[in-house]
């Protein structure tokens, strides 16, 4: 369990502090979607999972947890991509400060090149300060996507064309 400093966020009504996020529960859920300020969509891949996230998020609260999405993009975009998506989660956006940098979730390689990763960031909320408690990337994100559970089940998994599938099995790009 880590202390992290209480951010403050752009949000659609103005300044949200990372406590805040946390409404009237103890715990917080962050995704961290991919959304470079430069962008004007959200990356597939995160955008397929927010739309694989339970239609009723209200059973989180009723187990004490808030859940909360975070992105680089200027929270303008961040609110017209929401749109397009229906999707009625808070989406706060770090572009003015360090949050993204400091937990690796934007990161630059020796070549300059910057880059993202999707993940999810679990909080806890005691006496007042914020606790980073567990962090997952990559395909561990989709420990909460029960599609791609489903999917694996199935007699030919996701059909992605990055799985080791036997001659002629059906397979597309990923996330396409």
């Not at 679990?122 to 999917?151: C, F, N, Q």
Request: hydrophobic fraction near 35%.
């Amino acid at each position: 369990m880590l202390e992290v400093e209480d951010y403050e966020f752009a949000g659609r009504d103005g300044p949200v502090r990372l406590t805040e996020l946390f409404g009237d529960t103890y715990l917080l859920l962050v995704q961290n979607v991919m959304f470079g300020p430069d962008w004007d969509q959200g990356c597939p891949s995160c955008t397929w999972a927010v739309d694989n996230l339970p239609q009723r998020m209200d059973r989180l609260s009723d187990e004490g947890i808030a859940f909360a999405m975070v992105s680089e993009a200027p929270v303008e975009k961040l609110e017209a991509w929401r749109r397009e998506r229906g999707w009625s989660h808070t989406w706060v956006s770090s572009g003015a400060m360090t949050y993204h940098v400091d937990f690796a979730w934007t990161d630059t390689d020796d070549g300059g090149q910057t880059f993202w990763r999707p993940g999810y960031s679990y909080y806890l909320l005691s006496d007042g300060k914020p606790y980073l408690t567990y962090v997952t990337t990559a395909r561990g994100t989709e420990a909460i996507l029960p599609i791609a559970h489903i999917m694996d089940r199935t007699v030919y998994g996701r059909q992605q064309d990055w799985e080791d599938s036997p001659p002629g099995w059906p397979q597309e790009p990923t996330y396409g």
